[in-house]
Nanobody
Framework: QVQLVESGGGLVQAGGSLKLSCVVT????????MGWFRQAPGQEREFVAG????????EYGDSVKGRFTISRDNTKSTVYLQMNSLRPEDTAVYFC???????????????????WGQGTQVTVSS
């Protein structure tokens, strides 16, 4: 069983920064591609970033490139999302997700991820 618990969300002013964390309980954390998604009210869930098993490959959604950085620490079974230069349009619930163990592609679709956290709210004020 794979469990994901996000933390680090909150209220921040535009231009500010936040760092999200996701602690994962899994048989082998390093065997899971990890991703971050977000969902604003009334909108579809959107890919934010993804990272490969060893952290050497990462992908980003167009709206966050150059501002957000995904990373992972396999010794701590944790994936992070550093968010800088935050904008009001970044306001959403942010979800951590894991692909099935053994899948190696950093995929940007929600369907590719089998395990999800409960989400953490990020609110950016103008």
């Amino acid at each position: 069983q794979v469990q994901l618990v996000e933390s680090g969300g909150g209220l921040v002013q535009a231009g500010g920064s936040l760092k999200l964390s996701c602690v994962v309980t899994a048989r082998t954390f390093s065997g899971h591609v990890m991703g971050w998604f977000r969902q604003a009210p009334g909108q579809e869930r959107e890919f934010v970033a993804g990272i490969s098993w060893g952290g050497d490959t990462s992908e980003y959604g167009d709206s966050v490139k150059g501002r957000f950085t995904i990373s992972r620490d396999n010794t701590k079974s944790t994936v992070y999302l550093q968010m800088n230069s935050l904008r009001p349009e970044d306001t959403a619930v942010y979800f951590c997700a894991a692909r099935t163990e053994g899948k190696f592609v950093v995929d940007s679709t929600t369907e590719a991820y089998a395990h999800w956290g409960q989400g953490t709210q990020v609110t950016v004020s103008s």
